[in-house]
T-cell receptor, first 116, second 112 residues
Framework: NAGVMQNPRHLVRRRGQEARLRCSPM?????VYWYRQLPEEGLKFMVY????????ESGMPKERFSAEFPKEGPSILRIQQVVRGDSAAYFC??????????????FGQGTRLTVV | KQEVTQIPAALSVPEGENLVLNCSFT??????LQWFRQDPGKGLTSLLL?????REQTSGRLNASLDKSSGRSTLYIAASQPGDSATYLC???????????FGAGTTVTVRA
């Protein structure tokens, strides 16, 4: 049973380009969360999705950032017109999400985005 | 807004010593609390999950306690080893929404 899979592991983009980060949750998990870890800072919640629905995007910047979790395929975090301040590690987590015994979050290895 | 604080920010101990890592949170209406380990440049590995109704969880040399009323959790690592060197993160889930609020972490160095 593969864990949470994120790709790419490392991504370099020039300012103004688009970054697309992918996350495949653990098998059987229908809840996906994206977190961002800026250098020397803790992880901050960005967005929470279930299949085809955005449940909570309160931590995501209003502009340039978007997320989706389609019925088929991985969850995608998309950053348009990247700026140097977007350089960070982006982590995806998944959970089964139902009931007290199913709320443990499992994290992927992260995608380290560098904007040059 | 949930604030999670971890003290100390860094800790260096000789091999064999027991480790005590502290986590405090401001809102006691939590669903669960998780302790994670993060190695440099790597992802997060879940160590222990404590439900809000529980007082502690144990796994091998690790023991985590939870005092929800005082907003505190403590991670104990017995007989530390150099392989325990990592950053340890505490994360709290708010009631019913599973969103995690993270502390900034405690970076542990175990000297051989």
């Amino acid at each position: 049973n593969a864990g949470v899979m994120q790709n790419p592991r490392h991504l370099v983009r020039r300012r103004g380009q688009e970054a697309r980060l992918r996350c495949s949750p653990m098998k059987g998990h229908s809840h996906v969360y994206w977190y961002r870890q800026l250098p020397e800072e803790g992880l901050k919640f960005m967005v929470y999705l279930q299949k085809e629905n955005i449940i909570d995007e309160s931590g995501m910047p209003k502009e340039r950032f978007s997320a989706e979790f389609p019925k088929e395929g991985p969850s995608i975090l998309r950053i348009q017109q990247v700026v140097r301040g977007d350089s960070a590690a982006y982590f995806c987590a998944s959970s089964a999400g139902t009931g007290a015994m199913n709320t443990e979050a499992f994290f992927g290895q992260g995608t380290r985005l560098t904007v040059v | 807004k949930q604030e999670v604080t971890q003290i100390p920010a860094a800790l260096s101990v000789p091999e064999g010593e027991n480790l005590v890592l502290n986590c405090s949170f401001t809102d006691s209406a939590i669903y669960n609390l998780q302790w994670f380990r993060q190695d440099p440049g790597k992802g997060l590995t879940s160590l222990l999950l404590i439900q809000s109704s529980q007082r502690e969880q144990t796994s091998g040399r690790l023991n985590a306690s939870l005092d929800k009323s005082s907003g505190r959790s403590t991670l104990y690592i017995a007989a530390s080893q150099p392989g325990d060197s990592a950053t340890y993160l505490c994360a709290v889930a708010r009631s019913n929404d599973y969103k995690l609020s993270f502390g900034a972490g405690t970076t542990v160095t175990v000297r051989a």
